[in-house]
């Protein structure tokens, strides 16, 4: 068999490919351009931790330590309680066990846990890999803003809530009816139309009651017949 064709198809090959431009990475001299959600490493905003240890709880590898005490506030009025709050003293990630998988960021539920695209802190001894709280502090300065948020996304509930208008507004004449304030989408309900009150009359006075006269047995009496066994013959 001719080797000819294959030599062919290898100097197409080469010729196809020659021209096209290379995607070199020219790490370390020039740094990656990475996804602003890269996970490389964890970092930890310290003022926002309060020692409950959820991550530490949630994390499959278990390999964030945390390590606290309660400490007593004074109360700050006259005649108030003290109160106990948790006072930080360990917390480390084990980053030779760490997954990476970010549960522990998405259960924090006081923003303390955050991604950084940082991923040079190789180390050649393992045991270097637990960043004790003062490093994972550092990270913090190599997380990226947050995206912007986008224009077409719905409303979130908390602004939604604040400019929700007041009761009654929306009505002709209620509270907190702002000019313009459109009540024009659907559900939007139709505004109450106020009839004007000649003038001096805001409030009606209540009716007064006809004095009795008479003796009491000249009253005629109101009260309906008490209920009872129809007479004889009669129908309801
Ligand atoms: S990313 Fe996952 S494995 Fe790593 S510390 Fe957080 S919960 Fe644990
Ligand atoms: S980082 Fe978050 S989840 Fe973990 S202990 Fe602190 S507040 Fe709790």
């Not at 000819?4 to 080469?14: C, S, V």
């Not at 709880?57 to 005490?69: A, L, N």
């Not at 998405?106 to 637990?130: G, K």
Request: hydrophobic share 35%; with cysteine.
């Amino acid at each position: 068999m001719s080797p000819l064709p294959g030599i062919l198809k290898g100097l197409a090959t080469t010729a196809r490919t020659a021209m096209r431009p290379t995607h070199t990475a020219e790490y370390p001299d020039v740094a990656p351009d990475l996804p602003p959600r890269s996970r490389g490493v964890i970092a930890l905003l310290e003022e926002n931790c309060t020692s409950c240890m959820l991550c530490a709880r949630e994390c499959p590898d278990w390999c964030i330590y945390i390590d606290s005490h309660k400490e007593t506030v004074p109360a700050t009025t006259e005649g108030g309680r003290d109160r106990q709050r948790n006072v930080l003293d360990r917390f480390a990630i084990d980053f030779s066990l760490c997954m990476y998988c970010g549960i522990c960021i998405e259960v924090c539920p006081f923003d303390a846990l955050f991604w950084s695209p940082q991923f040079e802190y190789s180390e050649v001894d393992i045991r270097d890999l637990i960043h004790e709280k003062d490093r994972l502090g550092q990270w913090m300065a190599t997380v990226p803003p947050p995206p912007a948020l986008d224009e077409r996304a719905a409303e979130p509930g908390e602004i939604a809530a604040a400019t929700k208008p007041a009761r009654g507004a929306g009505l002709v004449g209620g509270a907190g009816t702002a000019p313009g304030a459109g009540a024009t989408g659907p559900g939007a309900r139709m505004p109450r139309t106020v009839r004007p009150r000649p003038a001096g009359t805001g409030t009606r006075p209540p009716t007064p009651r006809e004095p009795l006269t008479g003796t009491p047995e000249s009253v005629p009496d109101d009260t309906p017949p008490a209920a009872g066994p129809p007479a004889d013959g009669e129908t309801r």
